[in-house]
């Protein structure tokens, strides 16, 4: 079957999936449901590598398929076409989001098996994947809009799931406002783009289209601001949001409301890269913008330091890995500001594949732990749990940034491009660097925690502890696979050089990246090698503090130093919302629905006009007073008042 | 243009119609007085039909336009269209009047002779080229319609229907057959393709003697499409005849006239084109703001489901009407497109009525309480179809009233634009006000007594329902085919 | 004989036209409206008639008019039965008696608003 059959069967197959089970799924049951969501996902994915491979087959000048699905609008200036782009790049994206997504759909069967809502669930879970596919696989910037907005919903729908809850309902309305910000800012450089390709006469948002009218966007202004960097800006600003970086970070640590399979797939795997991948697609526009690169950068890195650092005094399982999230992408965003986009890329790549496991398995951690999710009441499961205790270390292994796993390759890439790139600079490096003995540390930390050491729950909890089934464990082992080998990917440039082994990655994004990747410069062993230093330095750390001086976090209440205090306290940032935005914003709110809702506007413009229409309505229907005779009359005298309007128009 | 007297194998479509009234009264008198066995019939008949016209649609000899019987009917996309849509709504006028409980079993055969009826004369309006041809196929839709609408022998209220419809009708056509009589003097001949000729080349000195006749013809489509002033029958008109009927009025009749006025406007007067007439642009919008406002204002203080729809049905013909009052090619494809969505759109909201009147003999909306918890597929269809009406994104509705809007505000009637924005506003107080009762209310308990929604029902309102729906998200090819018809409607 | 010419033609029709419209608007009696539908009807035919013989395409013209006798008489048939079917439910023909069908004037309707 043709590409574009395959490019649309891997968007609309879990599309299907979802209308099944959201429709029909309580006729077919509970078990069938989670069945059919995994074989949807399986089917997508073996389209999607079917796709690849075919795709592959095309010289690499040409490898770009756009399937099309029927015309969405088609105003005079604006032509829309439901239409989906398979290139090196969506190519990578697709393989990651049904891959992994395939593995934690296995894992939500076991994960959610006594849940009474699973087919809600799994049918919620297909319709995130459809909507995570449209935005990747999006042919111009309406239909990733309608990706990016679908996953907010999904995502929204996901966290709250158990909305009997009144927190975790609350938690899912924070990640969906939060990003509703952010979504202004991309619905605006969306504008702003078709604007200046109107103006020219050549208006499209289609990614092509845009990219071969860049010269118009390079000429043109919005007012003082150049146009490229106001909408790169913008753009950027919803990737934030989507991305959860700073300032709109704040509803993914909330997130963990949801269940942990959804952790894994939308917040670490899948929907938070939006962003990155968004950043990524308009590589060329974010060129012509190199100021805006550079905030890309700074906030990147200073992301991942503020996210590691309050990572370091959390205590929730989840929450940890949640920060950590926020500091990874970070570090993505970190990459792609100073123009290493196939170092973004791979780090995502990679970072699906370990943090998804990290999640799944802190998941299993709780499954096991019936519940439990505060690290201090854990220890010692390493011998009841043994596959999530493997697969754990080769996840924090890979996270800490350690050789040979993949999270080590492709860190630091990202690092070997923020030193050497021209957009690059060595406090971005520093700022790297101190963010990854942190990661290393608190990532250590987790685990010391979580798996080593003297069990701290009490004893009968700790006998019931139990290791989870295989439909949980199989996909741990896979991802764990995954991310010790992930790194061959993309082998550092001098190791692939001697080996004279080839970049795979680098190579396939080359026609989406013509940017010259930073040539490898001599100083990448001595990169290399201050990379793995503070990655074992970090992990020496923790090890020390918390294996052998066996620490354990004190209870909340307890006396902290003052910066223990600020980090368990996630720097009061939500706090400063609440009062700079949230209080205020209420506030207003209250007055203007007190005293000028109620007595001004109500009156004037809620009471009056339906009176005014009430009062209007009687005096049209008077007229009809059921005799035919009077409507009659009505007729010929409209007739004469036509007849006579026209004779003294014409007069 | 191939000319032949005889070309009435294109006529295929009204054969179909019309043999299939024979074929029902002949098996009538043979014996076969089953309903459902009736029903089959007519609905065989009518998709032959429709297919047949889906196929014309296509065929390039009626792409170049065919005429019959030298000059009195034209085939071409734009008359198949306005079939292919007649033939719709009598379809599903035949379905859900099948199991209604206004129609005797007795009198079913009739009732499904004077349906396919009105049909063929509304058929024969979309092809006619012939100012004799035009009020014969009026006459023949109108008359069908007057018995129609008093069908209910029992109830007052119908026979009080039907006569204030032949009434009033008979009224308007004598009118409309004046103007006729003036067209023909005036222009000397009935041929619209030579009127158009006529026109065009102005081999007459003063274009404004015509003023009068088409005024008066005006009078007589603006009684059959329902709009100000000349609608006053339409309420009373639409709230006393069997529901099954009302809604077959709603939508087949307005389209008829609608068809014929496009085609008097656009094809022979060439009003796109020619600024011979500049005042009728500005007339039409004047008449289209009153329709909308005057339909919107009185369905508020409705009580009546009928009778607040009939209101709406008015006021939708003045968004039509916008439509027209462009008097151009991008207004005649909002109209056309428009016309397609309201059909959908109001023949499912009125079979969940009939549905509704079928269990519980009750047209006020106080009564029909709580029906979202009752019947939730039929409430879930009615919210939609609702939300059509009004024009609410991701509706058909929505995409018609874009479409109408765009073309009103290309051609610069702001005001008329504005009149039309509010007036979406002022019609969702009362289509809601449908589903506050339906989802917001409780049902009474006497309701709770009558059985199910029959399944066909079901599957009738849902089946009319996805149309909204798609139509909303993948209307482009429908648009194509609506472009199609009026560039076959304009060229010469 | 005399050739009058189109006018007086135009006239008459014109004449019968009006009174025509005069009877439906003020006679009350439903069979003095029908009459006035029937004075309309043939004032047009007059018209008619009048044109084919003057103006142009004569055939068409008269068969027209033959055609307009035909469907005046339809309509007498199809408004006099329904008439019959008044007359038995509203034992009354006067126009102005017939109103079941109308709009209540909104007073202390007890009906919900929006």
């Known amino acids: ?651 | 243009m191939r000319a032949s007297l005889l070309n009435l194998d294109y006529l295929l479509p009204e054969w179909i119609v019309c043999g299939t009234i024979l074929v029902l009264i002949l098996s009538y008198l043979l014996g076969t007085t089953d309903r459902r066995r009736l029903a089959d019939l007519s609905v065989l008949g009518l998709v032959t039909a429709l297919f047949f016209s889906v196929v014309t649609f296509f065929e390039p000899a009626v792409v170049g336009r065919v005429s019959i019987g030298n000059g009195l009917l034209q085939v071409d996309p734009f008359s198949q269209l306005f079939k292919i849509l007649f033939l719709v709504s009598t379809l599903a006028a035949v379905l859900y009047s099948a199991g209604s409980v206004e129609i005797h079993g007795k009198r079913w055969m009739e009732f499904n002779c004077f349906l396919l009826g009105v049909t063929s004369g509304m058929m024969f309006l979309a092809s006619s080229m012939n100012l004799m041809m035009v009020y014969l196929s009026f006459e023949m839709m109108s008359l069908s319609s007057y018995v129609l609408a008093g069908y209910t022998r029992g109830d007052p209220r119908s026979t009080e229907a039907g006569y204030k419809y032949v009434l009033f009708g008979a009224v308007s056509s004598g009118v409309m057959l004046f103007g006729l009589s003036l067209m023909y003097g005036l222009l000397g001949t009935l041929d619209m393709g030579l009127m158009a000729q006529r026109t065009a080349l102005a081999q007459f000195p003063d274009l404004h003697l015509l003023l009068l006749p088409l005024t008066l013809v005006f009078v007589g489509l603006g009684y059959k499409i329902a709009f100000f002033p000349f609608h006053y029958w339409a309420p009373d008109v639409y709230e006393g005849s069997p529901t099954p009927v009302t809604a077959f009025f709603s939508v087949g009749t307005k389209a008829a006239g609608l068809a014929l006025l496009l085609r008097l406007l656009l094809g022979t007067l060439s009003l796109d084109q020619t600024q011979a007439i500049p005042w009728a642009g500005d007339l039409l919008a004047f008449l289209a703001a009153m329709t909308m406002t005057v339909g919107n204002l009185a369905a508020l203080n409705q009580a009546n489901i009928k009778r607040m729809l009939a209101y709406s049905a008015i006021a939708h013909a003045g968004y039509m009407l916008m439509g027209v009052a462009v008097l151009n090619v991008a207004g005649a494809e909002a109209v056309l497109f428009y016309l397609f969505a309201y059909m959908f759109t109001n023949l499912g909201a009125f079979t969940v009525v009939v549905a509704l009147f079928n269990l519980y003999q009750s047209e006020q909306v106080d009564e029909l309480t709580g029906m979202g918890k009752l019947f939730p597929l039929a409430s879930v269809c009615m919210a939609i179809c609702l939300f059509s009406l009004t024009g609410l994104p991701p509706t058909a509705g929505f995409i018609g009233k874009f479409y109408v809007f765009a073309a009103v505000i290309q051609k610069g009637y702001f005001v008329l634009a504005l009149v039309g924005a509010i007036n979406t506003a002022i019609s969702l107080f009362y289509y809601m006000r449908i589903m506050k009762a339906f989802y917001f209310r409780e049902p009474k308990a006497e309701m709770l007594a009558a059985g199910p929604m029959p399944c066909g029902y079901n599957v009738l309102i849902a089946s009319l329902t996805v149309p909204v729906l798609i139509f909303g998200i993948c209307w482009s090819r429908l648009y194509e085919y609506c472009s199609t018809s009026i560039s076959s409607l304009i060229a010469h | 004989m005399q050739v009058i010419g189109l006018t007086p033609y135009l006239v008459v029709a014109s004449t019968l036209f009006c009174l025509g419209v005069f009877c439906v608007l003020t006679r009350r009696n439903s069979i003095g409206i029908l009459i006035g539908v029937e004075l309309m009807l043939n004032a047009a035919n007059v018209n008619i008639v009048a044109f084919s013989r003057y103006v142009g395409d004569p055939v068409g013209g008269q068969i027209f008019a033959i055609l307009v006798i035909l469907l005046a008489a339809s309509e007498a048939v199809i408004f006099l039965g329904l008439l019959m079917a008044v007359y038995q439910r509203f034992d009354t023909i006067e126009v102005d008696k017939v109103s079941l069908l109308k709009d209540e004037v909104p007073g202390d309707d007890a009906h919900e608003r929006a």
């Open chain 1, 1 to 651: 079957m043709g590409l574009e059959t395959l490019i649309a069967l891997v968007v609309l197959l879990p599309l299907a999936g979802a209308a099944l089970n959201g429709f029909f799924g309580q006729l077919h049951g509970k078990r069938l449901s989670g069945y059919l969501a995994c074989a949807v996902m399986a089917a997508s994915f073996a389209c999607a590598a079917s796709a690849v491979a075919g795709l592959s087959g095309l010289s690499p000048a040409s490898r770009s398929v756009t399937s099309v699905l029927y015309t969405w609008m088609d105003a005079s200036s604006l032509r829309v076409e439901m239409a989906f782009t398979l290139d090196p790049l969506s190519g990578v994206m697709i393989l990651v989001v049904t891959g992994v997504g395939f593995l934690i759909h296995v894992y939500s069967l076991g994960y959610m098996a006594h849940d009474d809502g699973r087919v809600r669930y799994f049918s919620y879970l297909n319709l995130f994947v459809f909507f995570m596919l449209v935005l990747v696989l999006g042919a111009s910037m309406p239909v990733m809009f309608l990706g990016w907005e679908g996953v907010g919903l999904c995502s929204y729908l996901l966290i709250g799931f158990w909305f009997e809850d009144a927190a975790k309902a609350t938690a899912g309305k924070k990640a969906f406002l939060t990003n509703r910000v952010g979504d202004m800012f991309f619905a605006l450089g969306m504008f702003s783009l078709f604007w200046a390709t109107y103006q020219a006469g050549s208006g499209t948002l289609a990614f092509a289209g845009l990219k071969a009218n860049k010269h118009l966007i390079e000429q043109a202004t919005v007012g003082a601001v150049p146009l490229a960097t106001f909408a790169a800006l913008c753009l950027f600003i919803g990737a934030t949001g989507k991305s959860a970086q700073i300032p709109l970070y704040v509803w993914l640590p909330d997130a963990m409301a949801g269940p942990t399979p959804v952790s894994a797939l939308i917040h670490a795997a899948t929907m938070v890269t939006a962003g990155v991948y968004m950043v990524a697609r308009m590589s060329w526009l974010y060129q012509m913008a190199p100021g805006v690169m550079e905030l890309v950068a700074w906030i990147g890195a200073l992301t991942a330091l503020f996210a590691a650092a309050i990572g370091l005094a959390a205590t929730d399982i989840k929450k940890v890995l949640a920060y950590s999230t926020i500091s990874q992408l970070g570090y993505m965003f970190l990459g792609v500001g100073v123009g290493g986009y196939v170092a973004g890329i791979f780090h995502l790549v990679t970072h699906a594949f370990f943090k998804g496991l990290l999640f799944l398995g802190a998941g299993s951690v709780i499954h096991g732990c019936h519940g439990n999710q505060d690290i201090r009441k854990m220890g010692g499961l390493k011998d009841k749990m043994p596959w999530t205790f493997w697969t754990f270390l080769v996840a924090t292994w890979a996270i800490a940034g350690l050789p040979p796993f993949a999270g080590f390759v492709s860190k630091d890439e990202i690092l070997y491009e923020a030193y050497n790139s021209p957009h690059g600079s060595l406090a971005l490096w520093l700022a790297g660097v101190v963010a990854a003995v942190m990661t290393a540390f608190y990532m250590f930390r987790l685990f010391t925690l979580t798996f080593l050491g003297a069990p701290r729950m009490g004893k009968k909890d700790f006998d019931h502890v139990h290791e989870s089934p295989a439909v949980m464990t199989v996909p741990l082992a896979v991802l764990a696979g995954l991310s010790a080998v992930g790194g061959a990917l993309n082998l550092p440039g001098g190791i692939a050089h001697a080996l004279h082994l080839p970049r795979v990655l680098s190579d396939w994004l080359a026609p989406v990246f013509p940017v010259e990747a930073t040539a490898h410069a001599s100083n990448e062993w001595a990169l290399m090698g201050a990379s793995v230093l503070v990655a074992l330095a970090g992990t020496l750390g923790a090890l020390h503090v918390y294996y052998r001086q066996k620490t354990v976090p004190v209870a909340d209440n307890a006396r902290l130093t003052v910066p223990v205090r600020m980090a368990r306290d996630k720097f009061y940032v939500d706090e400063a919302y609440d009062i700079l935005i949230v209080k205020p914003v209420r506030g207003l709110g209250r007055f203007l629905a007190g005293p000028i809702d109620k007595r001004v506007i109500d009156r004037v413009l809620a009471e009056l006009p339906p009176a005014v229409a009430y009062w209007l309505s009687a005096r049209v229907t008077s007229l009809q007073n059921g005799n035919v005779q009077a409507y009659a009359v009505v007729l010929f005298g409209g007739t004469v008042a036509i007849l006579a309007y026209l004779t003294l128009y014409l007069r």
